[in-house]
């Protein structure tokens, strides 16, 4: 099924160029994270089917991997399909999500601007956090409350690692990815299982959202003026 909230790449059709370079840049922020995990115990939030999951158990077999996600069917799903030794699956809300050992990194990618209270996000991932630990997480840095119905937040850079300094966590490495706007099928009106595409019928909601909050649309004008038609995303490692 082809969804804007989550990627399959089981289900994604290898010859749909949009989907892969979708996938692309999800499999990018996982690459990135895996090269920079620290410690040997390891928290996927919100990890989805778990795809990016096995990879960081994958490329780093010394290491205790756990995902969690507050959807049984993606976990349900990650069980079946991403199987490993040093792998473990958790259905739990990443809000309130608790362990009686600390863990030295936790991945959190395209995370926080799903959650309804950032802040009370990243408070329990400090409190799950080893003393030297580190959070490696994303977030976009453009407009997209308009255009996906699932985001709750929007983030400049500044406000972003701003999340992370209320717990002494300062960025170190971190790198940009840009995605340029699809605009084919942009006001299909095909269900879900019909979809050619994850963003097809994606202006349906642009519009709908700007009769109910008009004055968003100039904070999307501005950011098509600095950044033209695409998307940006930060992925950034916090370290104390």
Known sequence: MHTIE???????????????????????????????????????????????????????PDKQVTGVDIDPDAIAY????????????????????????????????????????????????????????????????????????????DFSRRSFFGLFRRHGLAPREHFEQIQWWQFKGLFSKRPDQAKQHRSEGVGNAVLAYYRKHPLYLFARLASMLRYGFSNRYLTCAFRR
Do not use: W
């Not at 059709?13 to 692309?24: H, I, V, Y």
């Not at 863990?103 to 329990?124: A, G, Q, R």
């Open 6 to 60: 989550r990627i399959y790449p089981k289900d994604l059709d290898p010859q749909n160029l949009d989907d892969q370079n979708t996938l692309r840049i999800h499999m990018e922020r996982y690459e990135f994270a895996s090269r920079h995990l620290h410690g040997l115990r390891i928290l996927d939030m919100a990890c989805g089917c778990g795809y990016g999951t096995a990879l960081l158990a994958e490329r780093h």
């Open 78 to 153: 990650a069980q079946q399909h991403y199987r490993l030794p040093n792998l473990t699956y958790v259905c739990a809300d990443a809000q309130r999500f608790g362990s009686e050992q600390p863990f030295d990194s936790i991945v959190s990618l395209e995370t926080i601007e799903h959650l309804p209270d950032p802040y009370s996000l990243t408070d329990n991932y400090a409190r799950l956090l080893a003393a030297d630990g580190q959070v490696i997480a994303s977030v976009p840095i453009t407009p997209t409350l308009d255009g996906n119905p699932h985001h709750l937040h």
